[in-house]
């Protein structure tokens, strides 16, 4: 079945550094990537949506300047956190889409902590 | 806007013994899919059960179940013989059929705990 692969899975960072996370489309091409965000014993929330080749668009709330989201591929797109705080730290998760029914290809998530 | 609605926070079986996850819903759509996730430990969301809106029968897979009542906006999951592997937080979610976009909507999730 189709795979998303996201990386890295966990990773610490200092404040004020940026960090990237990536989610590849292994065998599909992902017209649309979702960027959720899940604060311990919460649901998902989602931030952003992009499409390949153009703009994210960000959910009401969320920072477009602090979380850069780029889709320049169909099987690749990725969340940029920028000049990150300890208030940042999480578990984010992407989702990939292709049209309808591909509500089962989410990435494995990855834990950001900032300290 | 639709929400999601999941009013257990924790639920406890026995293995081998049957449970019931609640869901309700609020949307002015007629069509649309509804979804259970699981989500263990290791965090990732695994895709349960799907069920189309314009279905009446309910959906299954294997051991896990759905109880969806349209009028009521419920959408119930049930599952069977449960199994320690079954311990986990359980999302429910709801899609439109309509647009482009295939947006999820999750309810606040209900961790389960399966006990010998």
């Known amino acids: 079945g189709a795979v998303v692969s996201q990386h890295p899975s966990w990773v610490i960072c200092k404040s004020g550094t940026s960090v990237k996370i990536e989610c590849r489309s292994l065998d599909f091409q992902a017209t649309t990537m979702f960027w959720y965000r899940q604060f311990p014993k919460q649901s998902l929330m989602l931030m952003a949506t992009s499409n390949e080749g153009s703009k994210a668009t960000y959910e009401q709330g969320v920072e477009k300047d602090k979380f850069l989201i780029n889709h320049a591929s169909l099987t690749l797109s990725t969340l940029t956190v920028t000049s990150a705080h300890p208030e940042d730290s999480s578990f984010y998760i992407c989702r990939g889409t292709r049209g309808w029914h591909t509500e089962a290809f989410f990435g494995q998530g990855t834990r950001l902590t900032v300290v | 806007a639709q929400t999601v609605t999941q009013s257990q926070p924790e639920m406890s079986v026995q293995e081998a013994e049957t449970v019931t996850l609640s869901c309700t819903y609020d949307?002015?759509?007629?069509?649309?899919?509804l979804f259970w996730y699981k989500q263990p430990p290791s965090r990732q969301m695994i895709l349960v059960i799907r069920?189309?809106?314009?279905?009446?029968q309910n959906a299954t897979e294997n051991r896990f179940s759905v109880n969806f009542q349209k009028a009521a906006k419920s959408f119930s999951l049930k599952i069977s013989d449960s199994q320690l592997g079954d311990a986990a937080m359980y999302f429910c979610a709801y899609r439109s059929a309509s647009g482009t976009a295939s947006k999820l909507t999750f309810g606040t999730g209900t961790r389960l705990q399966v006990t010998l």
């Open positions: 069920q189309e809106a314009y279905k009446q």
């Open positions: 949307t002015s759509e007629s069509d649309y899919y």
